[in-house]
């Protein structure tokens, strides 16, 4: 048996952080994320997956989601990775704007939120991607 079989079959696999015996913030076969924590290559693996994920979401919500520009792309998959996708689907008007390509509107809904009362700098910026396009 190899070491990582064998380290599996006594941690067990943990895919939500756990307290472990010890009261460590853990998860995986057995990571203390507080005193370990992540690598940054593995960080940058955890933001690939979650931006894979983001993306995937926006498809089911967009029927037209391949055709916007680059830019907008960028601020759907920004918002949906910030707010998680039901917070995200709550932005009714602005997804509608953006299904009727109306990007002033949806620029303006982004604006008009909590999300750019808790994020002005970053909502400002998602607004005027998506109202420019470019």
Same mark, same amino acid.
């Given at each position: 048996m190899k070491i990582e079989d064998y380290i599996k079959l006594n941690e067990g696999?943990?895919? #939500?952080?756990?307290?472990?015996?010890? *009261?460590k913030l853990t998860i995986g076969y057995g990571r203390n994320l507080e005193d370990v924590g992540v690598s940054k290559k593995e960080a940058e693996l955890l933001l690939e997956n979650d931006i894979e994920n983001c993306v995937n979401s926006l498809f089911d919500v967009f029927d037209?989601?391949?055709?916007?520009?680059?830019n907008r792309r960028m601020v759907l998959t920004d918002m949906i990775f910030n707010l998680g996708r039901t917070r995200f689907v709550k932005f009714k008007k602005m997804i509608q704007a953006i299904k009727d390509e109306d990007f002033d509107e949806a620029a303006l809904q982004i604006l008009d939120s909590q999300y750019a009362e808790q994020l002005p700098s970053r909502s400002e910026r998602n607004a005027n991607m998506m #109202?420019? *396009?470019v």
């Open positions: 696999l943990r895919l #939500k952080p756990y307290r472990c015996s010890a *009261g037209n989601f391949i055709s916007l520009s680059y #109202k420019e *396009g």
